[in-house]
């Protein structure tokens, strides 16, 4: 599967993964974290929450795979979370590989936050 052509690789060695990311425009709270962790009680995948600043959480969850089924497990996530959370969704993407994105200028980044409908276009399998 590739991202922006580039080659997306699942091994032990790499941190590469798929995630949402979660914009919250008034920050992140305790209660925040009890709700998102309901949501996914009884979802069948173990789905982490990862607070990275008071306003950008993570969710991770270690069965998406770079594959046409992990895209369909992390449509499944994106969905409940756009349809239960008051915050901004978009979709990560980290790699961890020899060659990074670029942006318009040639600089290289390794991790890509972006909308669904941007994530699907640059998506091919």
Not at 21 to 45: I, M, P, Q, R
Not at 60 to 78: E, H, M, S
Not at 86 to 115: Q, S, T
């Amino acid at each position: 599967m590739r991202y922006k052509n580039i080659i997306l690789n699942e091994s032990a060695n790499s941190e590469s993964e798929l995630l949402c990311a979660l914009e919250y425009e008034k920050g992140y709270d305790g209660n925040d974290t009890v709700k998102l962790t309901a949501l996914f009680s009884n979802f069948g995948h173990e789905v982490i929450i990862d607070e990275v600043t008071e306003n950008l959480v993570n969710v991770r969850c270690g069965d998406i795979t770079f594959n046409a089924a992990g895209i369909v497990l992390l449509k499944a996530i994106y969905n409940i979370l756009t349809i239960n959370v008051k915050a901004a969704v978009f979709i990560g993407v980290h790699i961890d590989a020899e060659e990074w994105f670029k942006d318009e200028n040639g600089n290289a980044y390794n991790e890509d936050v972006v909308g669904w409908g941007e994530f699907i276009a640059n998506l091919n399998y």
